[in-house]
């Protein structure tokens, strides 16, 4: 299936709940079976089935990354394929063409379209008028690619996901939607610990009936949890930074809150860490912590997501 362009409809990687627990235990499985055939590698090596040959990714990023852009251009890479990255403002999405027109045109000359936006309904419309594939790299809504990378991480050390409980502590944001989609689709149970002002939006809660638990109390939600998870208190485009560093101040990450954890509790962040803020410099660098694999794990998580959408995966 190397070099043409995909058949039928697109297949768009925008959110966890659009998938099917099968399509996404898949994906999961080939990252953790890419990452274990490349050991020792150098990285620009392609991977020996190379399922992007002759494919090139466009990545559109209309807010900062730096995981995101580098994971997704080493991905291509490994799977043989080529990439073109360009801003927003770079582009004359910024001077104001259409999302849906761009979409159009760039469908004529790439073959998968990967895009970081401002507004989660501007990556549904580029979706509704592409005729590649489009994959969410985060939005105000969610940030699904991040939490495929972080369950590969947690399995790798600590076994399935399934029945466990994982911690969110910290704002109801786009990374926390896109864990309580996953867990609906991975049979994990997740408790989410928020001042009242920063709760996950109930639309999101619906995809997950009966697993996800809402706190304001962040040391309930830790005890006995198997997996502690934070994000910054600020994300990007939130208006009221004060205020959030007011409300989350209680929200801290710290050692004590860890020992509250199953004595086998890891610690997770999709990073950037605004260290002192959500999570303290002993947590990020201590023994629990995943965060560099969990870094890692973005490379061949994307690489799977990649493979999926070319259709290199059932
Ligand atoms: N975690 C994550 O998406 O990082 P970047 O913002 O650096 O891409
Ligand atoms: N919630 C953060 C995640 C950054 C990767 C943000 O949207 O800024």
Redesign the pocket.
């Known amino acids: 299936m190397n070099g043409g362009p995909a058949s039928g409809s697109p297949r768009h990687f925008i959110d966890l709940w659009r998938h099917d627990a099968a399509t996404l235990r898949a994906i999961l499985e080939d990252a953790k079976t890419r990452k274990a055939a490349r050991q020792g590698w150098g990285q620009g090596r392609p991977d020996l089935d190379a399922p992007a040959a002759g494919r090139t990714l466009a990545m559109i990023f209309q807010k900062n990354s730096t995981r995101t852009r580098f994971s997704f251009d080493a991905a291509i890479r490994q799977l043989g394929g080529a990439s073109v990255i360009a801003t927003g403002s770079d582009m004359q999405l910024g001077r104001g063409e259409t999302i849906a027109d761009t979409a159009r045109v760039l469908s004529r000359m790439v073959d998968a379209v990967m895009i970081r936006a401002v507004e989660h309904d501007d990556v549904e419309v580029f979706a509704a008028h592409a005729g590649v594939p489009v994959i969410n790299g985060?939005t105000n809504r969610s940030?699904p690619c991040?939490i495929m990378a972080d369950l590969m991480t947690y399995e790798a050390h600590r076994g399935p996901v399934a029945g466990r409980t994982f911690a969110w502590i910290g704002d109801g944001?786009?990374?926390c939607a896109s864990y309580i989609h996953a867990a609906a689709r991975f049979d994990f149970n997740l408790v989410v610990a928020c001042p009242d002002a920063y709760r996950p939006r109930p639309e999101d809660l619906a995809h997950a009936p009966g697993r996800v638990e809402v706190t304001s109390d962040h040391r309930a939600a830790a005890r006995g949890a198997d997996c502690i998870i934070a994000?910054?208190w600020v994300?990007?485009g939130d208006p009221d930074h004060e205020a959030r560093l007011v409300a989350f101040a209680p929200y801290q990450v710290d050692e004590a809150l860890m020992d509250l954890a199953a004595p086998d509790a890891v610690f997770l962040h999709?990073?950037?860490a605004h260290r002192g803020e959500e999570v303290t410099d002993g947590v990020l660098d201590g023994p629990r912590s995943l965060i560099w694999d969990e870094a890692e794990n973005r490379l061949h998580a994307q690489k799977a997501i990649l493979a999926w959408c070319f259709g290199a995966i059932a």
Do not use: K, R
Request: net charge negative.
């Open positions: 985060l940030h991040q944001n786009n990374v994000d910054g994300s990007m999709c990073l950037p």
